[in-house]
Nanobody, 125 residues
Framework: QVQLVESGGGLVQAGGSLRLSCTASGSTFSSYVAGWFRQAPGKEREFVAAIMWSGRTYFADSVKGRFIIFRDKVKNTVYLQMNSLKPEDTAVYYC???????????????????WGQGTQVTVSS
């Protein structure tokens, strides 16, 4: 069992940056695939990024080149560095952990076993 806690959300102007953190407790986070998803009002939860056990990363096309996902194994934390933010990035961002994944970059919410409570990111124009 792993518990996930996100932090780092907030209000930022378009073009700005934010770094989200997801800290795990109860287990070693690097034993899981870590993913970030987001959900805007009235929309379905969508994949943002994932980092595999190997360190390989995957990104949604909408954030590729702007977002980075990386781990700090000592802190048992996964980060989502978000640069060049756009108003359409506004959403609640969720961290998740998966014990196993298919070969598609672990981009489906139902592949994840554990979820954080979410953190709000608002990008103003």
């Amino acid at each position: 069992q792993v518990q996930l806690v996100e932090s780092g959300g907030g209000l930022v102007q378009a073009g700005g940056s934010l770094r989200l953190s997801c800290t795990a407790s109860g287990s070693t986070f690097s034993s899981y695939v870590a993913g970030w998803f987001r959900q805007a009002p009235g929309k379905e939860r969508e994949f943002v990024a994932a980092i595999m056990w190997s360190g390989r990363t995957y990104f949604a096309d909408s954030v590729k080149g702007r977002f980075i996902i990386f781990r700090d194994k000592v802190k048992n934390t996964v980060y989502l560095q978000m640069n060049s933010l756009k108003p359409e990035d506004t959403a609640v961002y969720y961290c998740a952990a998966a014990e196993s994944c298919s070969g598609s970059g672990c981009s489906e919410p139902n592949e994840y076993d554990y979820w954080g409570q979410g953190t709000q990111v608002t990008v103003s124009s």
